[in-house]
């Protein structure tokens, strides 16, 4: 079965420091790969997506960056992170190992910018 | 722009009661449809689906039901339980092949015990 992985669960942060979140994938291969936000009480906005290794599509203009250097790994980064940036980011998969349209959501990471 | 919306942000039942949970959308190519449940500090899970070709799909004590004329969607929760207190959110994708979803800003559901 596929499992999905993020970490940290939480993290606390300085304003302009930088940032690092992963995501790995496991029991599926070639899977599309998504970056959300969700900000407190809200519904999830779409920041990044990835239907291959090295192919990234960016939804919304940030500070935020998205790399997928190897099939099942996503990366989320950001140079200097703003108080903005704080919310849960949740990653998530799709693909034909289940149903096509359907995307599986990981634990998430609270990000809290200071 | 296209949009994906609830009717009701939040919504309290008593437990063993039915609920049901409405969403709209504006886009009539939207051909699939997903409801998820996101409990608190957790990523949302997928509860179930139903394609554009469907107007109505069964589950364990969850029914979507979907009518394209009026571009409506609706999840039924029968006999509900404690453990369904969670915010529910519906999505849809617009076109065939597209990998994106769009969701709606959810609907939060209090179970009274």
């Known amino acids: 079965s596929q499992t999905i992985h993020q970490w940290p669960a939480t993290l606390v942060q300085p304003v302009g420091s930088p940032l690092s979140l992963e995501c790995t994938v496991e029991g599926t291969s070639n899977p599309n790969l998504y970056w959300y936000r969700q900000a407190a009480g809200r519904g999830l906005q779409l920041l990044f997506y990835?239907?291959?290794?090295?192919?990234i599509s960016s939804e919304v203009p940030q500070n935020l960056s998205a790399s997928r250097p190897q099939d099942r790994q996503f990366i989320l980064s950001s140079k200097k992170l703003l108080l903005s940036d704080s919310g849960f980011y949740l990653c998530?998969?799709?693909?034909?190992?289940?149903?096509?349209?359907?995307?599986?959501f990981g634990p998430g990471t609270r990000l809290t910018v200071l | 722009g296209e949009s994906v919306g609830l009717h009701l942000p939040t919504l309290s039942v008593q437990e063993g009661d039915n609920s049901i949970i409405n969403c709209a959308y504006s886009?009539?190519?939207?051909?699939?449809f997903i409801w998820y449940k996101q409990e608190s500090g957790k990523g949302p899970q997928f509860i179930i689906d139903i394609r554009s070709n469907m107007d109505k799909r069964q589950g364990q004590r969850v029914t979507v039901l979907l009518n394209k004329t009026v571009k409506h969607l609706s999840l039924q929760i029968a006999a509900t339980q404690p453990g369904d207190s969670a915010v529910y959110f519906c999505a849809e994708r617009v076109v065939f092949g597209n990998e994106k979803l769009t969701f709606g800003t959810g609907t939060r559901l209090t179970i009274i015990p």
């Open positions: 886009n009539s190519a939207s051909d699939y």
């Open positions: 990835s239907v291959g290794i090295g192919q």
């Open positions: 998530a998969w799709g693909g034909l190992a289940g149903p096509p349209d359907t995307q599986y």
